[in-house]
């Protein structure tokens, strides 16, 4: 819950993300089981499939179409679709953006759909951009890593059980001012195509969508913030990410 710029703390309130989620769903096994993808234009738009394509902006839109297979997908699809999309399975060596943001309601068979509890005064999709800002800031890479399960190699599954226990920033304790910022500083980069995780860090060519990332989150926490110190913290840690990151994908 803190961060530390130079001597500045810079206090974050957390909670788990269990805590102002309404559900996070389906699947891909009850996807599976409920809808079947088509090739023609339908009212269940889907993100189908979890390629690096799919994950280089953190801005994402549907790719294909489901049909229901029965009554209870036509449920499911009301109770489940949404706009945030958090990853099944990450594969390191390759991904870009961690959680996705969709401008309309989708369903997906990798990535589950999370849906917010709302929030008096701060439009949905405002808490949804303001989540999905953290969760691809260094700071929420970091959190999944420290989270995470992996199954073979670098491969890392989260299951919602996992997704629920994660620390997040408490939305309901940002204010409204704080989380219109957090989403106006998430529109300022999410069409903007990220570099591979283990070269977003990279000293001798620091992604500059990586950066930009995370000043805006913590100008939006703090407005008085200077940047060139600001600056100098975040190429500090991101020096030693880069080193953590090369000693695991390629070990000596």
């Given at each position: 819950g803190v961060i530390g710029i130079g001597e500045r703390l810079m206090r974050v309130p957390m909670t788990r993300l269990g805590s102002i989620v309404q559900a996070i769903g389906v699947d891909s096994p009850v996807f599976h089981e409920?809808?079947?993808k088509v090739d023609r234009r339908t009212p269940y738009p889907l993100v189908y499939g979890g390629g690096e394509g799919v994950r280089t902006r953190?801005?994402?839109?549907?790719n294909a179409y489901a049909e229901p297979k029965d009554e209870r997908g036509v449920e499911a699809f009301s109770r489940f679709s949404g706009r945030l999309l958090l990853p099944d399975r990450?594969?390191?060596d390759t991904a870009r953006a961690l959680a996705l943001y969709s401008p309309e309601p989708v369903l997906s068979n990798v990535f589950y759909v999370a849906r917010?509890?709302?929030?008096?005064?701060v439009?949905?999709?405002?808490?949804?951009?303001?989540l999905a800002l953290w969760l691809n800031t260094t700071w929420g890479l970091l959190t999944v890593l420290v989270n995470r399960e992996e199954t073979?190699?670098?491969?890392?599954?989260?299951?919602?059980?996992?997704?629920?226990l994660l620390p997040v920033p408490d939305l309901r304790a940002l204010g409204p001012g704080t989380l219109a910022r957090l989403a106006h500083a998430f529109d300022l980069v999410c069409r903007k195509t990220l570099a591979r995780i283990p070269q977003q860090f990279d000293p001798e060519r620091i992604d500059p969508v990586r950066l930009e990332a995370?000043?805006?989150f913590l100008r939006a926490l703090d407005q008085a913030l200077d940047?060139?110190?600001a600056e100098d913290h975040i190429l500090g840690l991101y020096r030693r990410v880069h080193r953590a990151l090369v000693s695991w994908i390629r070990p000596a």
């Open positions: 409920l809808f079947k953190m801005l994402v839109e549907s990450i594969w390191w917010l509890r709302p929030l008096e005064g439009s949905i999709e405002g808490l949804e951009k303001a073979k190699g670098r491969w890392t599954r989260l299951k919602k059980s996992h997704w629920r995370d000043k805006g940047d060139a110190e």
